[in-house]
């Protein structure tokens, strides 16, 4: 027998091994993914949808009112004031009452709620001296006349 041919037989006797050997890797490494994501818990879709999805469109129509009735509020950050001055305007002797969020994108544990509480001229003057400064959400919900309005506007504090 020729000797360069029992060599060539010797050099590739591994290459059958070393391809099962990677299809056993390959082959569990799929299998202990499929595992861990059947183990992982998903949390996309919560348990009372439906009633989201009402509290949203109710959302909506709120929004959609509020532009209807062209109810122009206004905040304002002024710089160098340390306020933030928001105006809701209403006829005299209308009774508004609602909520005021501070949303911090950036930060969520920043955030609060405070009442609408006007004065006689419809301005609330809120204190920011503590707030962090840069972007805030302000996200007013607010009843007037049995009717529930939204506004929502972006600030800079500086």
Same mark, same amino acid.
């Given at each position: 027998?020729?000797?360069?041919?029992?060599?060539?037989?010797?050099?590739?006797? @591994?290459?059958?091994?070393?391809?099962?050997?990677?299809?056993?890797?390959?082959?569990?490494?799929?299998? @202990?993914?499929?595992?861990?994501?059947?183990?992982?818990?998903?949390?996309?879709?919560?348990?009372?949808?439906?009633?989201?999805?009402?509290?949203?469109?109710?959302?909506?129509?709120?929004?959609?009112?509020?532009?209807?009735?062209?109810?122009? %509020?206004?905040?304002?950050?002024?710089?160098?004031?340390?306020? %933030?001055?928001?105006?809701?305007?209403?006829?005299?002797?209308?009774?508004?009452?609602?909520?005021?969020? @501070? @949303?911090?994108?950036?930060?969520?544990?920043?955030?609060?709620? %405070?009442?609408?509480?006007?004065?006689?001229?419809?301005?609330?003057?809120?204190?920011?001296?503590?707030?962090?400064?840069?972007?805030?959400? %302000?996200?007013?919900?607010?009843?007037?006349?049995?009717?529930?309005?939204?506004?929502?506007?972006?600030?800079?504090?500086?």
């Amino acid at each position: 027998m020729n000797t360069t041919a029992v060599n060539k037989r010797k050099r590739g006797w @591994f290459l059958p091994y070393v391809i099962t050997g990677a299809f056993i890797c390959f082959m569990s490494y799929i299998i @202990f993914f499929v595992t861990q994501a059947m183990r992982s818990e998903v949390n996309l879709v919560s348990k009372d949808y439906y009633q989201q999805e009402l509290d949203y469109q109710n959302h909506i129509e709120v929004m959609n009112r509020t532009a209807a009735q062209n109810q122009e %509020v206004s905040v304002a950050a002024p710089a160098g004031t340390n306020q %933030v001055i928001l105006h809701i305007p209403a006829a005299a002797g209308e009774k508004i009452s609602g909520t005021i969020s @501070f @949303f911090r994108p950036s930060d969520g544990s920043q955030d609060f709620e %405070v009442p609408v509480n006007l004065n006689e001229s419809q301005n609330q003057i809120l204190n920011t001296e503590k707030l962090a400064k840069g972007l805030w959400r %302000v996200k007013i919900s607010y009843n007037r006349g049995n009717q529930n309005y939204y506004n929502e506007t972006r600030i800079t504090l500086k």
